[in-house]
């Protein structure tokens, strides 16, 4: 029987494990899994022709072709040779064949999304990304009070809409009568034909609530949507210029950077699309986030969902670059008991970061420390495993309109609700801009 | 008539052409150029959707590279994995004809027969990634 893509790599790693001398013979070689997920061999091109005068290629070629089926090519045909590895990688990124130095598998994908692939922190204002699994989770809730609370203690505060799919955030914050004229949406496809300044300033606006700092809004589109579908079928497009191929993500982090030369803001709160589609994996791994908030209920999907991604980020080697970003958040949800449902979720948390994310901590030997490894006890705190818990309250059910219930809320309860997030990220802002919060409110 | 061979087509005469580029042969170089670009434009028109009948592309296909930009984009226009094989805004071949084959060898300069080199590595790099993909 043909095996199945999820096979594919396994099959490699075993017929290639008696040719360690002719993968010895190259500095390079790349398992190329196109889009059809077919799999063939890329060899540098200089050793083209000594290769394919040894007997022992051609004996690796057919034990590579036929095992791997209809995932397979001819033997004739399921070499390919290049000169660069660079032509070969093509902005894609790739990851190493477990066991086979030298040896990296790159993958074709019809969509240009990248989750391996994790953007240095941004050198601006700390960037925090609230995401979820699922929707329907307290996330953009969250969102809204948390700008609220941090605007009262003086700072700026960009709110970016980027649920584009499922826009809706910033008719909560924004009164009608303050919608800008452009949103996200509009920027990203003005600025494929260059046009991007032309709606940078009427793309954003003050949320109007009176405070000691202020919350700039950026929504999906305008007070009028206009032509939308047909402007977000074109968002994901690359750009093409003279120098090269920008893509889609990257340009929304231009945009991003734009944003913050043009308002500098203390902070900068990105409400991300849920789930682990194109925009999502935009938001958490390409924005160069220095925190992404996981938010979490105690639900087999959440952890199937989080499971496929920390699965995706060990075996693509960037677990190692996100995981000091990555914090869960217990997302509100009615409960009879609580503390036993937080500790169910902080459990579950803990295993699936034990599983994915953490290091593995070997028998102390003399000169090691723990302090070498990534890992936290399931009761540590600073582990970012441990939720940040907010907590379910009625006053929050049916607000619609943000706007209208902020300073009429008791700061009691939205304390005890969002304390952890919002003491969670001031505490990164501080730490960011080491020192008290300043406002400029020229500009706007 | 054979079916035409795009992907064999657009190799062969690119690596003629870099080989008598190197060799300060210019003015054939300019013309394989052209039709390597031609060829591999085509090439990866076939993977966007570009039926061919007995052996030969639609009537509006069958042009050579100075006037099969638009056609090229129309195909990359027309399905979401032409985003994937877009070209840089400028076109090189706007001046390159293939009546040239009759001119004087003095007419090819390294000024003029370069950005056609330039052109030909940018379509033969989406035909590598085309053949990566598996789509060839």
Redesign the interface.
């Known amino acids: 029987m043909s095996p199945t893509f999820d096979q594919i790599l396994g099959i490699v790693q075993q017929a290639l494990t008696p040719y360690s001398a002719v993968l010895a013979t190259a500095e390079w070689w790349f398992i190329n899994r196109d889009l059809f997920g077919r799999v063939r061999l890329i060899a540098p091109a200089a050793q083209q022709a000594a290769l394919e005068a040894s007997e022992a290629f051609r004996a690796l070629t057919r034990d590579l072709s036929e095992p791997l089926g209809a995932h397979g090519y001819p033997a004739d045909v399921i070499v390919l040779f290049e000169d660069e590895p660079e032509t070969v990688l093509d902005g894609t990124t790739a990851f190493e064949l477990d066991g086979f130095p030298g040896v990296r598998v790159v993958d074709r994908l019809a969509s240009e999304s990248d989750w391996g692939h994790v953007a240095e922190v941004s050198t601006g204002p700390p960037r925090i990304v609230f995401h979820g699994i699922k929707g329907g989770v307290g996330r953009s809730t969250a969102i809204a009070v948390t700008a609220a609370v941090l605007a009262e203690r003086g700072h700026r505060v960009i709110v970016v809409d980027l649920d584009l799919a499922s826009p809706g955030l910033s008719s909560t914050l924004l009164p009608i009568a303050r919608r800008p004229k452009h949103g996200v949406v509009d920027w990203l496809v003005e600025d494929l034909v260059d046009n991007g300044d032309v709606v940078l300033d009427s793309m954003v606006t003050r949320s109007g609530f009176e405070s000691a700092g202020e919350i700039i809004v950026v929504p999906a589109h305008g007070d009028s949507p206009g032509e939308y579908l047909a402007k977000l079928g074109r968002v994901w497009m690359p750009k093409l210029t003279p120098t090269g191929r920008e893509k889609w993500a990257r340009r929304l982090n231009r945009m991003l950077g734009a944003l913050e030369t043009r308002w500098r803001p203390d902070v900068v709160l990105v409400d991300s699309r849920s789930g682990i589609d194109d925009i999502s994996a935009a938001c958490v791994t390409e924005l160069g986030a220095l925190r992404v908030l996981m938010f979490t209920t105690d639900a087999p999907q959440t952890w199937e969902g989080y499971r496929i991604l920390f699965d995706h980020w060990r075996r693509t080697g960037s677990v190692t670059c996100i995981r000091e970003r990555l914090q869960c958040v217990g997302a509100a949800m009615p409960s009879v008991d609580e503390a036993r449902d937080f500790l169910a979720l902080r459990e579950m948390s803990w295993s699936l970061f034990v599983e994915g994310v953490y290091d593995e901590i070997p028998v102390p030997s003399e000169g090691s420390q723990d302090d070498d490894f990534f890992s936290y006890d399931v009761g540590d705190r600073l582990g970012p495993h441990f939720p940040w818990q907010v907590r379910w309250d009625r006053a929050f059910l049916n607000i619609a309109a943000w706007h209208e219930a902020f300073g009429v809320l008791d700061g009691k309860v939205i304390d005890a609700s969002f304390g952890p997030v919002i003491d969670g990220i001031s505490a990164l802002i501080v730490e960011h801009h080491s020192g008290a919060p300043t406002i400029d409110k020229e500009g706007l | 008539m054979p079916p035409a061979d795009f992907y064999d087509a657009h190799q062969r005469h690119h690596e003629d052409a870099e080989n008598l580029y190197k060799q300060g042969r210019l003015a054939n170089a300019d013309h394989l150029f052209g039709l390597a670009a031609e060829c591999g434009l085509k090439c990866l028109m076939t993977v966007l959707g570009m039926q061919s009948t007995n052996g030969l592309p639609p009537k509006a296909d069958r042009k050579h590279i100075d006037q099969l930009r638009a056609r090229y984009d129309t195909y990359c226009n027309g399905t979401?994995?032409g985003?994937?094989f877009?070209?840089?805004?400028?076109d090189p071949f706007l001046n390159w004809s293939v009546e040239q084959r009759y001119e004087h060898q003095q007419m090819f300069t390294r000024a003029i027969v370069t950005p056609h080199s330039l052109g030909t590595q940018e379509v033969a790099?989406l035909v590598?990634?085309a053949?990566?993909?598996?789509?060839l």
Not at chain 2, 86 to 90: G, H, N, Q, R, V
Not at chain 2, 131 to 135: A, P
């Open positions: 979401p994995l985003a994937q877009l070209l840089p805004p400028s790099l590598g990634k053949k990566r993909g598996g789509l």
